[in-house]
């Protein structure tokens, strides 16, 4: 059934990847399969966070040369960087197979994650001045400890614990998902869409890509299309109400954004606490008591509800 | 000739209501009917308790220890959105929460007064057989699912699917509901203050809806009812009880009933079939 999650900070930034990895862990039970974050910190001028790995967490167990494999990966990824004229500043290894690096890069960003991801086994996670996605295998706290997350401090984050249904268990199908080829951008879903296959073939005629067979990702690419044709974030979540099919209720960020969409049917559940400072967005309020232990006012957003709140940080 | 007052309202009596079938045994049977788990409580014995470290399991535990100590008025502080709390219940009891629920909380009672001051999540109070709950804030989607008897009131706004399969009882709702509410209603009587999403009593059997602002749509079989002077009565009366009033009147509420063109489907031709959908 998976459990999303979402909360920002207006006006100042706060302690939101203690506060995600609280709220994912209150929603493990909605989903034990994997864990994803997509946390937004403070940008560094025109530097881009590159998040991506070369290899699923299982590949790791299957023999010793896939040990070489990731390194050579690696190696072939930081040469396709620097084929482009992307100068990478600062590399870090969260695990051996998933990597966070800086860099300085000003093409065309497209055209680099289409060449990365021609690399063997390697997926970029995300790409972008603020946003940073984490997400593998178990529950968030296991997670957020293996990507030294508890420290992280930005204005806003969505996160997922993933329940499979329809396709695998692995990182691939794993939430969120970064809206390919924009920085920026990543979604969460709770949910099932139905004209998935035709909404993909769409998509995939108008040059998009897909890295897995998940339905959530196709809303991701398809809020990505929607704005790459000029349409505001807000447009492109209200014309999903009525072209994509089926039972869902998702979360999307951006730079300085995070909306929330809820089908027509209104089947899958939302809760959401809003004060001035502070909007929080979950499945089941026990997560957002998670953060806010004390009584507060929620309440269920309506079907066919779109809302978007920026963090004015 | 009418046996009752409610079929002048156009309603069915409502049988199946908790512990109103206690009138089908006789005396003598009556006298030995016990639910398993109930209690006989004193309303004059009071405790309260900090549900805050503990599971839902341990709460529950915890209220029916104090019910089996004879005390029938209870205060839980600090429920923190908990799923499956105070299920169950089969006796008479004051219970106040202060606090809110999360999913499926106090689903299959049948009895007891409960008074929430917080908000609660999907299917409050599904299955309720008898008693009163009252939640002061909002609620979630599913509220009074497959409701049977009682009063189930909500003060603030209520998700989709309000009501769902209800076979008795009165849901009143003091803001706005979703989408399908009164899907597939089978008896009993919902009143909604505020407005009602799309598709309003979808293909209800029976049971009443009153509504005191504006209707997103009616679902399939769901049809305008005519307001009558026992409706009006009936509703001053009942949300008099819980200190609510329509906006704009009882009088100008809006009632929604079965159009019934869905029974007996079987009976009807294919083509028959096609015009009723």
Not at chain 1, 23 to 52: C, I, N
Not at chain 1, 155 to 164: K, L, S, V
Not at chain 1, 199 to 226: P, Q, T, W
Not at chain 2, 264 to 271: G, H, R
């Amino acid at each position: 059934m998976c459990g999303i999650a979402g909360l920002i900070h207006r006006g100042k930034a706060g302690d939101i990847g203690r506060e995600m990895t609280s709220m994912l862990l209150s929603l493990k039970h909605r989903g034990p399969d994997s864990t994803g974050f997509a946390l937004y910190g403070t940008p560094k001028g025109d530097e881009l966070v590159l998040r991506f790995k070369v290899a699923e967490q299982e590949d790791m167990r299957k023999g010793f040369r896939i040990h070489q494999e990731v390194k050579d990966r690696k190696a072939e990824v930081d040469r396709r960087l620097a084929e482009l004229g992307a100068r990478i500043l600062e590399q870090e290894a969260a695990t051996e197979y998933a990597f966070r690096y800086r860099i300085a890069y000003g093409g065309d960003r497209r055209k680099l994650a289409d060449y990365v991801e021609d690399v063997d086994g390697a997926e970029i996670l995300s790409l972008g001045h603020g946003l940073e996605l984490i997400k593998d295998l178990g529950d968030a706290t296991r997670v957020a400890d293996q990507y030294g997350l508890s420290g992280f401090v930005g204005t806003h984050a969505i996160g997922h614990t993933r329940m499979a249904t329809e396709s695998d268990v692995d990182i691939r199908s794993a939430h969120p998902y970064w809206a390919y080829p924009f920085a920026d951008v990543s979604v969460v879903h709770n949910g099932q869409l139905t004209n998935y296959w035709g909404k993909r073939r769409e998509l995939e005629r108008r040059g998009h890509r897909f890295m897995s067979n998940c339905d959530s990702e196709l809303i991701a690419v398809y809020l990505a299309d929607k704005m790459e044709q000029g349409a505001t974030l807000e447009d492109a979540m209200r014309d999903s109400i009525g072209e994509l099919d089926g039972v869902f209720t998702y979360l999307v960020a951006t730079a300085d954004s995070l909306g929330m969409a809820k089908d027509t049917m209104a089947a899958k559940p939302m809760v959401l606490y809003e004060s001035d400072d502070f909007i929080g967005l979950a499945s089941e309020e026990v997560a957002i008591r998670s953060v806010f232990p004390h009584e507060i006012d929620t309440f269920d957003p309506y079907e066919g509800e779109v809302r978007v709140w920026k963090s004015q940080a | 000739m009418k046996q009752h007052i409610s079929h002048e309202m156009g309603m069915h009596t409502e049988q199946l209501a908790g512990r109103t079938q206690q009138r089908f045994f006789s005396p003598e049977e009556e006298e030995n009917f016990f639910y398993p788990g109930s209690y006989e409580v004193d309303f004059n014995k009071r405790a309260e308790f900090d549900a805050g470290p503990l599971t839902a399991t341990q709460i529950n535990l915890k209220l029916r220890e104090l019910m089996s100590e004879g005390y029938g008025t209870i205060v839980m502080k600090n429920p923190g959105a908990k799923h499956g709390v105070a299920v169950g219940i089969l006796n008479r009891l004051q219970l106040y929460i202060e606090g809110s629920l999360g999913y499926f909380g106090c689903g299959l009672i049948d009895g007891p007064n409960v008074r929430i001051k917080g908000r609660v999540g999907w299917s409050c109070a599904e299955n309720m057989m008898a008693g009163t709950v009252v939640v002061e804030k909002n609620a979630g989607s599913t509220f009074g699912a497959a409701l049977r008897g009682g009063d189930l009131v909500c003060m603030g706004d209520v998700g989709a699917r309000t009501g769902i399969d209800m076979k008795g009882g009165t849901i009143i709702v003091g803001g706005r509901t979703g989408a399908f509410s009164g899907f597939m209603m089978q008896r009993g009587r919902m009143i909604i203050l505020g407005d009602a999403g799309i598709n309003l009593g979808d293909s209800m059997y029976d049971g009443t809806i009153y509504v005191g602002g504006k209707i997103a749509g009616l679902g399939v079989d769901a049809v305008p009812g005519e307001m009558t002077d026992l409706d009006v009565a009936w509703l001053k009366r009942k949300l008099r009880l819980y200190g609510l009033e329509a906006p704009n009147g009882v009088e100008n509420m809006t009632k929604i009933v079965a159009g019934k063109q869905l029974w007996n489907y079987d009976n009807l031709e294919p083509a028959e079939k096609k015009i009723v959908l």
